[in-house]
């Protein structure tokens, strides 16, 4: 069941009746945990397992570093979490990941590999992560473990954000879960309107690129070079508005049932520099990463050097956060030079050429689109031959649809927008007497122009 079918619809309508209903907190709680849980089976059952052992050993070892006052307790059970976590992640997600690159080297010596039949579960990425930072949270005295295993587990499994995100973490949710919240007619209309927009965004733009930019990245090497730097683009619109779709869907749904969840995107493509960027992409990963890995290694603390060293790990970690494959990797490593030079020029440059915006905005999306073709690119292979195409611009099937090129211009234009003034208005303001007609035009457009065939969000796959 994704957010754009029509079973979550009737799911997500008896949910909502069913929660507001609820007068009694551990009532409401029960009634949504029970709701994530039917969510989370309707993808698998067998998954629902390792989310109630992640769950059992996150709650315990948070209960466990409360209670004592022994440094050694609280490192024996914080390992004991992070180890669990992460030793789920990297059995289901990279096991055969590590044997096929293993097998480069031991096959030419005669030893033979094979991989394992692993099914990779629904949302583990992000599950994990926002386990794990509960628990060291509660380790570093930064938040208090939770009272009620009935709270705990229905922060790990809320079903808004349960299979790809937003990352919320545990001082960010779990005192609204904790309380019973209270009924806002204007909470719920601003709700239900990011909803509307995240549907909007998946269907009516990401999906109808995506028709495109399958095509292109299945055989690059047919293609003229202006056919794939369009196609390029058009998958930088793809990920961006499917998975900024998706996460206004979930901060709208989590928003109507009274809860409030971090913004995960705030227009990347506008961004002047790579670490602009990150402050804008994936927001609560970019934030995750930062805190719970850049600056416990060491961050920006000690020489440029140490430095550079910290900002490599953090981005190639986070390149294979998103994927079990070399291209991923190689794309977490392309952004960390990126800011790693980024950084070094200003640091060594004592008058720096000041080009002015546009040219600082034209230097970071190149680099951005660069590294999206290595994201999309099923293997290393495949990324060199489309690089080798754009860069000479060679004869091939020139194939610009119609409907690729409308919606990269509604990307262009709504990113534009959303630097003026037009800005409150595309909220579509309760009070407004546009809003209805603007609300009736999205859902009968929903109705009339959706792509035929089912396509679930790119971020599932990670």
């Given at each position: 069941?994704?957010?754009?079918?029509?079973?979550?619809?009737?799911?997500?309508?008896?949910?909502?009746?069913?929660?507001?209903?609820?007068?009694?907190?551990?009532?409401?709680?029960?009634?949504?945990?029970?709701?994530?849980?039917?969510?989370?089976?309707?993808?698998?059952?067998?998954?629902?397992?390792?989310?109630?052992?992640?769950?059992?050993?996150?709650?315990?070892?948070?209960?466990?570093?409360?209670?004592?006052?022994?440094?050694?307790?609280?490192?024996?059970?914080?390992?004991?979490?992070?180890?669990?976590?992460?030793?789920?992640?990297?059995?289901?997600?990279?096991?055969?990941?590590?044997?096929?690159?293993?097998?480069?080297?031991?096959?030419?010596?005669?030893?033979?590999?094979?991989?394992?039949?692993?099914?990779?579960?629904?949302?583990?990425?992000?599950?994990?992560?926002?386990?794990?930072?509960?628990?060291?949270?509660?380790?570093?005295?930064?938040?208090?473990?939770?009272?009620?295993?009935?709270?705990?587990?229905?922060?790990?499994?809320?079903?808004?954000?349960?299979?790809?995100?937003?990352?919320?973490?545990?001082?960010?949710?779990?005192?609204?879960?904790?309380?019973?919240?209270?009924?806002?007619?204007?909470?719920?209309?601003?709700?239900?309107?990011?909803?509307?927009?995240?549907?909007?965004?998946?269907?009516?733009?990401?999906?109808?690129?995506?028709?495109?930019?399958?095509?292109?990245?299945?055989?690059?090497?047919?293609?003229?070079?202006?056919?794939?730097?369009?196609?390029a683009i058009a998958y930088a619109?793809?990920?961006?508005?499917?998975?900024?779709?998706?996460?206004?869907?979930?901060?709208?749904?989590?928003?109507?049932?009274?809860?409030?969840?971090?913004?995960?995107?705030?227009?990347?493509?506008?961004?002047?520099?790579?670490?602009?960027?990150?402050?804008?992409?994936?927001?609560?990963?970019?934030?995750?990463?930062?805190?719970?890995?850049?600056?416990?290694?060491?961050?920006?603390?000690?020489?440029?050097?140490?430095?550079?060293?910290?900002?490599?790990?953090?981005?190639?970690?986070?390149?294979?956060?998103?994927?079990?494959?070399?291209?991923?990797?190689?794309?977490?490593?392309?952004?960390?030079?990126?800011?790693?030079?980024?950084?070094?020029?200003?640091?060594?440059?004592?008058?720096?050429?000041?080009?002015?915006?546009?040219?600082?905005?034209?230097?970071?999306?190149?680099?951005?689109?660069?590294?999206?073709?290595?994201?999309?690119?099923?293997?290393?292979?495949?990324?060199?031959?489309?690089?080798?195409?754009?860069?000479?611009?060679?004869?091939?099937?020139?194939?610009?649809?119609?409907?690729?090129?409308?919606?990269?211009?509604?990307?262009?234009?709504?990113?534009?927008?959303?630097?003026?003034?037009?800005?409150?208005?595309?909220?579509?303001?309760?009070?407004?007497?546009?809003?209805?007609?603007?609300?009736?035009?999205?859902?009968?457009?929903?109705?009339?122009?959706?792509p035929q065939g089912f396509r679930?969000?790119?971020?599932?796959?990670?």
């Open positions: 069941m994704i957010f754009t079918q029509a079973e979550f619809l009737v799911f997500f309508c008896v949910v909502l009746i069913a929660t507001w209903l609820c007068r009694l907190r551990w009532a409401r709680n029960t009634v949504l945990l029970l709701a994530s849980y039917y969510f989370y089976a309707y993808w698998d059952i067998r998954f629902c397992g390792l989310l109630v052992l992640s769950t059992a050993i996150d709650y315990t070892a948070g209960k466990k570093i409360q209670a004592s006052d022994s440094p050694t307790v609280h490192k024996r059970w914080l390992t004991l979490s992070i180890i669990a976590n992460l030793g789920m992640l990297g059995f289901f997600k990279y096991c055969n990941f590590f044997i096929d690159s293993a097998s480069l080297i031991l096959e030419p010596l005669g030893v033979s590999t094979t991989t394992l039949p692993i099914l990779l579960p629904v949302g583990i990425s992000f599950y994990t992560f926002q386990t794990m930072s509960y628990t060291i949270d509660v380790y570093r005295r930064k938040l208090r473990a939770v009272d009620h295993p009935l709270d705990f587990a229905l922060y790990v499994a809320f079903f808004p954000q349960l299979v790809a995100g937003p990352i919320v973490r545990a001082r960010e949710l779990l005192p609204q879960i904790t309380e019973l919240p209270a009924w806002s007619h204007r909470r719920f209309y601003g709700g239900s309107q990011q909803l509307l927009r995240g549907a909007v965004k998946k269907v009516l733009i990401a999906d109808r690129l995506g028709e495109m930019v399958d095509v292109v990245f299945a055989g690059p090497d047919l293609y003229s070079g202006a056919t794939l730097w369009i196609a619109g793809q990920i961006y508005y499917d998975f900024a779709g998706y996460t206004d869907m979930a901060i709208g749904a989590a928003k109507m049932l009274g809860y409030r969840f971090p913004a995960n995107f705030r227009h990347p493509y506008m961004a002047t520099s790579i670490s602009d960027f990150w402050r804008r992409w994936h927001m609560t990963l970019s934030r995750w990463l930062r805190d719970y890995v850049y600056i416990p290694i060491g961050g920006s603390r000690g020489s440029n050097a140490a430095t550079y060293r910290n900002l490599m790990i953090t981005m190639t970690l986070g390149g294979l956060w998103h994927g079990a494959a070399w291209t991923f990797v190689i794309w977490g490593i392309w952004h960390g030079v990126a800011l790693c030079g980024q950084r070094l020029a200003k640091s060594t440059l004592k008058n720096p050429l000041n080009l002015g915006r546009p040219f600082d905005w034209g230097i970071t999306m190149t680099v951005v689109l660069a590294g999206w073709i290595l994201f999309r690119s099923p293997d290393l292979p495949s990324a060199i031959e489309y690089f080798a195409g754009m860069m000479t611009w060679r004869p091939g099937i020139q194939w610009m649809p119609p409907l690729t090129i409308l919606a990269i211009t509604i990307m262009v234009g709504e990113h534009v927008a959303w630097t003026t003034k037009l800005r409150r208005a595309m909220r579509l303001p309760v009070d407004q007497w546009y809003s209805p007609i603007a609300t009736t035009m999205m859902l009968w457009s929903l109705v009339l122009y959706a679930p969000f790119v971020y599932f796959q990670f």
